[in-house]
Protein backbone atom coordinates (compact mmCIF):
# COMPACT_ATOMS: atom_id res chain seq x y z
CA UNK A 1 0.00 0.00 0.00
CA UNK A 2 2.52 2.17 0.68
CA UNK A 3 4.20 1.72 -2.36
CA UNK A 4 0.87 2.74 -4.12
CA UNK A 5 0.65 5.74 -2.56
CA UNK A 6 -2.29 4.37 -0.16
CA UNK A 7 -3.40 5.45 3.10
CA UNK A 8 -2.79 2.80 5.32
CA UNK A 9 -4.96 3.16 8.68
CA UNK A 10 -4.42 1.00 11.99
CA UNK A 11 -7.94 1.13 12.64
CA UNK A 12 -8.32 -0.71 9.18
CA UNK A 13 -5.87 -3.89 10.57
CA UNK A 14 -8.47 -6.16 12.04
CA UNK A 15 -8.29 -9.44 13.95
CA UNK A 16 -11.03 -12.11 13.25
CA UNK A 17 -10.99 -15.73 13.80
CA UNK A 18 -11.13 -18.14 10.65
CA UNK A 19 -14.50 -18.16 10.64
CA UNK A 20 -17.49 -16.70 9.18
CA UNK A 21 -19.61 -15.33 11.95
CA UNK A 22 -16.36 -14.02 13.51
CA UNK A 23 -15.24 -12.48 10.44
CA UNK A 24 -18.76 -11.28 10.08
CA UNK A 25 -19.16 -9.33 13.07
CA UNK A 26 -15.43 -7.33 12.67
CA UNK A 27 -16.23 -6.78 9.24
CA UNK A 28 -19.79 -4.95 10.36
CA UNK A 29 -17.83 -3.17 12.80
CA UNK A 30 -15.29 -2.32 10.78
CA UNK A 31 -17.78 -0.97 7.71
CA UNK A 32 -20.27 0.79 9.93
CA UNK A 33 -18.83 4.47 9.61
CA UNK A 34 -19.73 5.41 5.59
CA UNK A 35 -16.58 8.34 6.40
CA UNK A 36 -13.93 6.12 7.61
CA UNK A 37 -14.38 2.58 5.98
CA UNK A 38 -12.11 0.98 3.47
CA UNK A 39 -12.66 0.27 -0.21
CA UNK A 40 -10.87 -3.24 0.06
CA UNK A 41 -10.73 -6.02 2.42
CA UNK A 42 -8.32 -8.55 1.81
CA UNK A 43 -9.25 -11.53 4.27
CA UNK A 44 -6.54 -14.66 6.03
CA UNK A 45 -9.05 -17.43 4.44
CA UNK A 46 -12.26 -17.43 2.32
CA UNK A 47 -14.80 -17.83 5.17
CA UNK A 48 -13.66 -14.70 6.91
CA UNK A 49 -14.19 -12.97 3.16
CA UNK A 50 -17.52 -14.45 2.95
CA UNK A 51 -18.33 -13.15 6.59
CA UNK A 52 -17.14 -9.82 5.16
CA UNK A 53 -19.14 -9.85 2.05
CA UNK A 54 -22.35 -10.74 4.11
CA UNK A 55 -21.97 -8.09 6.78
CA UNK A 56 -21.15 -5.62 3.66
CA UNK A 57 -24.53 -6.19 2.28
CA UNK A 58 -26.41 -6.30 5.40
CA UNK A 59 -25.05 -2.72 5.60
CA UNK A 60 -26.30 -1.99 2.29
CA UNK A 61 -22.97 -1.94 0.27
CA UNK A 62 -22.22 -3.27 -3.24
CA UNK A 63 -19.67 -5.83 -3.97
CA UNK A 64 -17.42 -4.79 -5.93
CA UNK A 65 -18.71 -1.35 -6.56
CA UNK A 66 -18.46 -0.24 -2.80
CA UNK A 67 -15.79 -2.54 -1.52
CA UNK A 68 -13.38 -5.23 -3.02
CA UNK A 69 -13.38 -8.35 -1.01
CA UNK A 70 -10.36 -11.34 -1.46
CA UNK A 71 -9.80 -14.13 0.65
CA UNK A 72 -7.73 -17.08 0.44
CA UNK A 73 -8.00 -21.29 -0.11
CA UNK A 74 -10.14 -21.70 -3.24
CA UNK A 75 -12.94 -22.72 -0.44
CA UNK A 76 -15.70 -24.23 -3.29
CA UNK A 77 -18.23 -21.32 -1.33
CA UNK A 78 -16.21 -18.95 -3.55
CA UNK A 79 -17.95 -19.73 -6.50
CA UNK A 80 -21.31 -19.27 -5.48
CA UNK A 81 -20.27 -16.32 -3.59
CA UNK A 82 -18.30 -14.89 -6.80
CA UNK A 83 -15.36 -14.41 -4.13
CA UNK A 84 -11.88 -13.10 -6.01
CA UNK A 85 -9.20 -15.83 -4.01
CA UNK A 86 -5.94 -16.45 -3.79
CA UNK A 87 -5.52 -20.66 -4.46
CA UNK A 88 -2.37 -21.54 -2.98
CA UNK A 89 -3.11 -25.16 -3.56
CA UNK A 90 -3.55 -26.47 -0.22
CA UNK A 91 -3.51 -30.55 -1.82
CA UNK A 92 -0.08 -29.84 -3.15
CA UNK A 93 1.18 -28.52 0.49
CA UNK A 94 -0.34 -31.44 2.37
CA UNK A 95 0.93 -34.27 0.11
CA UNK A 96 4.36 -32.47 0.17
CA UNK A 97 4.20 -32.01 3.65
CA UNK A 98 3.41 -35.96 3.98
CA UNK A 99 5.85 -36.91 2.06
CA UNK A 100 8.54 -34.73 3.84
CA UNK A 101 7.31 -36.45 7.03
CA UNK A 102 6.91 -40.04 5.78
CA UNK A 103 10.52 -39.23 4.65
CA UNK A 104 12.09 -37.59 8.13
CA UNK A 105 10.23 -41.06 10.02
CA UNK A 106 12.25 -43.54 7.63
CA UNK A 107 15.44 -42.15 8.22
CA UNK A 108 14.46 -42.39 11.88
CA UNK A 109 13.74 -45.56 12.23
CA UNK A 110 16.54 -46.49 10.08
CA UNK A 111 19.12 -45.02 12.88
CA UNK A 112 19.98 -42.02 10.36
CA UNK A 113 20.31 -39.33 11.97
CA UNK A 114 17.07 -36.62 9.73
CA UNK A 115 17.88 -33.75 7.94
CA UNK A 116 15.79 -30.68 8.58
CA UNK A 117 13.57 -30.10 5.01
CA UNK A 118 14.25 -27.66 2.70
CA UNK A 119 12.32 -24.67 1.91
CA UNK A 120 10.00 -25.17 -1.41
CA UNK A 121 8.23 -22.48 -2.55
CA UNK A 122 5.16 -23.42 -4.33
CA UNK A 123 3.40 -21.33 -6.84
CA UNK A 124 0.08 -18.94 -5.89
CA UNK A 125 -2.91 -18.20 -8.45
CA UNK A 126 -5.19 -15.31 -8.13
CA UNK A 127 -8.61 -16.78 -9.26
CA UNK A 128 -10.79 -13.63 -9.98
CA UNK A 129 -14.26 -13.33 -9.79
CA UNK A 130 -16.68 -10.86 -9.48
CA UNK A 131 -16.11 -9.19 -5.61
CA UNK A 132 -13.03 -7.70 -6.78
CA UNK A 133 -13.16 -4.25 -9.02
CA UNK A 134 -10.20 -1.74 -10.35
CA UNK A 135 -9.44 0.48 -7.50
CA UNK A 136 -10.50 3.41 -10.09
CA UNK A 137 -14.08 1.87 -10.39
CA UNK A 138 -13.87 1.28 -6.41
CA UNK A 139 -11.99 5.46 -5.96
CA UNK A 140 -15.29 7.04 -5.50
CA UNK A 141 -18.34 5.11 -4.79
CA UNK A 142 -21.77 6.17 -4.95
CA UNK A 143 -23.66 5.14 -1.41
CA UNK A 144 -26.76 3.85 -2.70
Same mark, same amino acid.
Given at each position: MEAAGLEQRSAWSVISDYTVNSAYEVAKSLLADPHNRPTAICCASDEMAIGAILAARDLGLHIPEQLSVIGVDKHPLGVVFGLTTID??? !???? $????????? !???? $????RRGTLPSLTELPITIVTRSSTASPTKNKNPTFH
Open positions: QFV !EEQG $TRAAHTLLD !ELAE $THEG
